[in-house]
């Protein structure tokens, strides 16, 4: 009778960075939401044209700094980069949503 290989394998982290990256897609996006709240509720308002600048710029630069450092989080060894591939992709929409409405908005 063939001998039967046990094989464990040792169950492997997520890279921090990675999980960083999926929270600050997150809250980029609960911006996105607050930012469409504000402008709904406050469309009479000139304050109101402030605040929304400033939440989105907050949340642009968020979603910026949150694809790098997903991104960067592919370099960590011995760690499963499955949050970094999500929040990667994630914050990379983002960024490409948040340009596209200040395109808009320019134009």
């Known amino acids: 009778m063939a001998k ?22 997150a809250v980029s996006f609960a911006l996105f939401l607050a930012d469409v709240a504000v402008s709904f509720f406050l469309q009479e308002y000139v304050i109101s044209q402030a605040l929304i600048g400033g939440i989105s710029i907050c949340a642009a630069l968020l979603a910026v ?9 592919f370099s960590a060894e011995n760690r499963t980069h499955t949050m970094c591939a999500a929040g990667a992709i994630a914050n ?4 490409v949503g948040w340009l596209g409405l200040y395109l808009i908005g320019v134009s």
């Open 92 to 95: 990379g929409l983002l960024m």
């Open 4 to 25: 039967r290989y046990r094989y464990a394998f040792a169950q492997q982290e997520q890279a921090e960075g990675g999980i960083y990256s999926v929270i600050l897609a």
């Open 65 to 73: 700094y949150g694809f790098f450092m997903g991104m960067i989080s």
